[in-house]
């Protein structure tokens, strides 16, 4: 049986790092931001996906905003100890509909190995159209809302208009994995990637 397949669409960086340049100054806040962190995004050769050995893992600091769906102060930082798959995605995103449903599956088969997944609604004409989307593929996970892009402009070097993107944060919070790519990427292939993550022994 052949399994579902992800579908990422990644745009060129040059774009990306000038839109990063001019948006420097809106990367700040307490609504929507990620604020310290040693983590800067390199993409060697231009690679699109990127594993991290754990010695040169940086950390992305405090990424916290307002739950899609409630509103409440939502955090990366209160999902510490737990390995953390944070999808940036937005409901007007073709590759974003076509991914949410694999996405939704690993989320759920992957629960018990502590792994707990994010999503972060970026660029959405209304909280409303996110929220639809949201309901309508039933996503087993919270996102959090973020319009105006702080979350992902305030991630050192990282493309901005990379939807879908995702980043995996081991249990310490530290970038282990980024998958940045146009092509696709077999469902089992990340689910074992992000299994052999969760299985990593205590630092």
Partial sequence: MRLPRFRFLARPLAGALIALAALAGCATGSDQAVHGGSFTFVSPGGQTEISYPPDKRGTIGTLQGPDLMTGATISAQQFKGKVLVINFWGSWCPPCREEQD??????????????????????????????????????????????????????????????????????????????????????????????????????
């Fill in 102 to 203: 694999s996405l939704s599956l690993l989320s759920q088969q992957l629960a018990p190995d502590g792994v707990q997944f994010l999503g972060i609604d970026l660029k959405e004409p209304s909280q409303t159209a996110g929220q639809d989307f949201h309901r309508a593929k039933a996503v087993p996970y919270p996102s959090i809302y973020d319009q105006t892009m702080r979350t992902i402009l305030s991630l050192q070097g990282y493309p901005a208009t990379a939807i879908p993107s995702t980043i995996v944060l081991d249990r310490e919070q530290r970038v282990a994995q980024i998958w940045l790519v146009s092509a696709s990427v077999p469902m089992g292939q990340m689910k074992d990637r992000i299994a052999a993550i969760a299985a990593e022994p205590a630092s």
